[in-house]
């Protein structure tokens, strides 16, 4: 599929299933916040986002064991460990590669923005970095490793797609991508905590990251294309396919979010439940769409382009 298409076709079916939105109480949320359709611009959807309030969440202490102090090395660690797997998954030509390429990116500019003084939380924003990953590293060793009855619905579908080697290398990112954020994400926020010591909510840091995503898109494309398969970045048309992809993670980002403060405020195991039960369910069927939308019926010149070009 051209990118083109793929935009339009991103920017019109996924932007529509966003999740709930803010609470009205402690119980009810308001509904769905509505389509975000491409082409919209982010100097109109960023405010909108930033008025969205977060809905109050009492401060909760971290207390997990990856990066409990939030030190600057869990990052260093992170990307070490991103690289080592990185090398070997694109040495295999691994349909894994994709992703592991384009979270390698991601996490270095966060590092980046981290160290800039670009987040207002350094600490916080770093566990939620090294948990995040680890959540990663996690999931995907426990399907190679045989304990897929822990791999959650959404990361199925991706890894097996993977293993299948059935989908474009813009699939397989795309449903990667889907199983981390909409899945893995809410859990993360949920356990680092929503709010900090002194009552801030951790949302404005949460938000801040739209902008500096904003910046890969094009780049981390490009490589994709350059070494892993060729149709990635078949067609660049203006910017409009990195609108449609910022305009998408604006609408998943949010959605996290809220599905974690669903998470954090449950206050009975049922609460809790129905809360991981929509999280789970929001994530697989996203899965199941692209897992449509983006299937190959062979994936011979993806993978030939990557045994000359993975390097």
Known sequence: MRRLEVALTLGLALSLLAPASAHADGDDPLGPLGPL??????????????????????????????????????????????????????????????????????????????????????????????????????????????????????????????????????????????AH??????????????????????????NAYDQRLDSLYAPVFAEEAARFDPAFDDIDVSTLEETAAGVIMRGWREGVWRHAEELALARTPLQRRIAERQIELYAATQAVLMRTLFAAPNSTRRDAWCAEHHG
């Open 37 to 178: 359709v491409p082409g919209t611009t982010f100097e109109v959807l960023d405010p909108v986002i930033d008025l969205l309030p977060p809905f109050p969440v009492p401060h909760t202490p971290y207390v997990g064991e990856v990066c409990p102090g939030g030190e600057d090395t869990c990052i260093d660690d992170v990307i070490s460990e991103m690289q080592t797997r990185l090398d070997g998954l694109a040495a295999a030509c691994d349909h894994d590669a994709v992703f592991a390429l384009a979270y390698l990116r991601v996490t270095e500019n966060v590092r980046d923005a981290a160290r800039s003084g670009y987040f207002s939380d350094r600490t916080w924003l770093t566990q939620v970095d090294a948990v995040f990953a680890e959540l990663y590293f996690d999931v995907r060793d426990d399907w190679h490793e045989g304990r897929r009855g822990e791999v959650p619905k959404a990361w199925a579908i991706a890894l097996q797609a993977e293993d299948d080697r059935s989908m474009t290398g813009l699939g397989n990112f795309m449903l990667a991508m889907n």
């Open 181 to 206: 954020i909409n899945r893995d994400f809410p859990h993360v926020l949920a356990e680092v905590g929503l709010t900090a010591a002194d009552g801030t909510s951790h949302k404005r840091d949460h």
